[in-house]
């Protein structure tokens, strides 16, 4: 399995701010996700970052609240733009890299916005 | 629409007995079914997937039914241990190019000492 890692940690941010969140792999993947799990929520996907191309984003997430960027086979940003409270959730950047379906994922950004 | 279901929120063991942990889904158009172990501060960690044209998964101490007819699944953790207490997700997944991964709502496991 691939190793993953996510900067910011965690962040506590004032509404209106927007936060960039970096997702790093020590190998080159097929593809990588990003996922919101909001308090007491289960995981949602975002978006899946497709590199060279614009994101493919779910029902109810949108490219100018959550631009994402894969330059490459290893890294993948996401930005939470003009933050509000609602937006405090874990954000975490997955990864799929051939075999039966598993993705492995990072150990997310815990975001607070006030 | 809750596609992926946990209906039980939490769920407290003995060490050393049997944990059973349940998932009900609505959509049968699922291609494999995966578990997740998550701790507090870290990312989910894949433990187990059962593909949908099984009804069987086994890997050391982790067993994973599939009933179809009932679309549900379980998964069984023989013997637990104080380690395996952390939040357990099913997910459902579509094939072909999206991968796209339904979480249920996770179950907190307990293991007692």
């Known amino acids: 399995s691939a190793v993953i890692s996510q900067k910011p940690s965690r962040d506590i941010c004032q509404r209106g701010t927007s936060l960039t969140i970096q997702c790093q792999v020590d190998s080159q993947v097929t593809m990588m996700f990003w996922y919101r799990q909001q308090p007491g929520q289960s995981l949602t996907l975002i978006a899946t970052a497709n590199q060279g191309s614009e994101a493919t984003y779910e029902s109810g997430f949108v490219i100018d609240k959550f631009p994402i960027s894969r330059p490459n086979l290893t890294f993948s940003t996401l930005t939470v733009s003009n933050m509000s409270p609602e937006d405090s959730s874990i954000y975490l950047c997955s990864v799929y890299s051939g075999g039966a379906y598993e993705q492995y994922f990072g150990p997310g950004t815990r975001l607070t916005v006030t | 629409d809750q596609q992926v279901k946990q209906n039980s929120p939490s769920l407290s063991v003995q060490e050393g007995r049997i944990s059973i942990l349940n998932c009900d889904y609505t959509?049968?158009?699922?291609?494999?079914f995966l578990w997740y172990k998550k701790y507090p501060a870290e990312g989910p960690t894949f433990l187990i997937s059962?593909?949908?044209?099984?009804d069987k998964n086994e890997d050391g101490r982790f067993t994973v039914f599939l009933n179809k007819s009932a679309k549900h699944l379980s998964l069984h953790i023989v013997p637990s241990q104080p380690g395996d207490s952390a939040v357990y997700f099913c997910?459902?997944?579509?094939?072909?190019?999206?991968?796209?991964?339904?979480f249920g709502t996770g179950t907190l496991l307990a293991v007692q000492p």
């Open positions: 059962i593909s949908s044209i099984k």
């Open positions: 959509n049968s158009m699922f291609d494999y």
């Open positions: 997910a459902g997944i579509y094939g072909g190019a999206t991968n796209k991964l339904i």
